[in-house]
């Protein structure tokens, strides 16, 4: 069974420019989630999606960030325009239902210049 | 107060040695408790889950769960030098009055197993 997986694994982009990154979560995993780590600090949740639908975005920072969740598979987080506060690692999650444990993905590092 | 604590290391144990690791939480309500394990550049890689009070072993590892003291810890037998990484603990914390949560992560125990 092939796990979480995302794209890019590595971006950096100058301030203001817009930045795409995917996610395609294991396979029949309803549950997904996207979570991002700054320098030196803990891992915050930003999101989650039940299917298509977004349960609770909560930690979307502001909104210049934009998730989406096409037909309930994978997933993308969109940033425009991009800040230097915005770097960081972008790591996705998914689970079969909201109470299993989350399985994450190797994350995305996005450097803003 | 952070939501989730862990002791701030870095922690240092010989090979072989028992490694422990803690973890206090703030919300009573928080259900779910997990360890993560990070190696450097790597995703976190879930190796305990623990729901109810007492403990929980796994192989070399065993998770112990306190709800009246809001602790949780993971202890490491038999260290070995490949489990040198960051150490992670999670609490499944539900968003209000509602049955969906998140995980809110402690921010991580950095654990070195020398020869």
């Known amino acids: 069974e092939a796990g979480v997986t995302q794209f890019p694994s590595h971006s950096v982009i100058e301030k203001g420019q817009t930045v795409t990154l995917r996610c395609d979560p294991i396979?029949?995993?309803?549950?997904l989630y996207w979570y991002r780590r700054v320098m030196g600090k803990e891992i915050k949740f930003l999101l989650h999606?039940?299917?298509?639908?977004?349960?609770?975005e909560s930690g979307m920072p502001n909104n210049r960030f934009l998730a989406e969740r096409t037909g309930g598979t994978y997933s993308t987080l969109k940033v425009q325009p991009a800040e230097l506060e915005d770097s960081g690692v972008y790591f996705c999650a998914s689970s079969q239902d909201r109470y299993n444990e989350q399985f994450f993905g190797p994350g995305t590092r996005l450097t803003v210049l | 107060q952070k939501e989730v604590e862990q002791n701030s290391g870095p922690l240092s144990v010989p090979e072989g040695a028992i490694a422990s690791l803690n973890c206090t939480y703030s919300d009573r309500v928080s259900q779910s408790f997990f360890w993560y394990r990070q190696y450097s550049g790597k995703s976190p890689e879930l190796i305990m889950s623990?729901?109810?009070?007492g403990d929980k072993e796994d192989g070399r590892f065993t998770a112990q769960l306190n709800k009246a003291s809001q602790y949780v810890s993971l202890l490491i037998r038999d260290s070995q030098p490949s489990d040198s990484a960051t150490y992670l603990c999670a609490v499944f914390m539900y968003a209000g009055g509602t049955s969906y949560g998140k995980l809110t992560f402690g921010q991580g125990t950095i654990l070195t197993v020398h020869p």
């Open positions: 396979s029949g995993h309803d549950n």
């Open positions: 623990i729901y109810s009070n």
């Open positions: 999606f039940v299917k298509e639908s977004k349960q609770d």
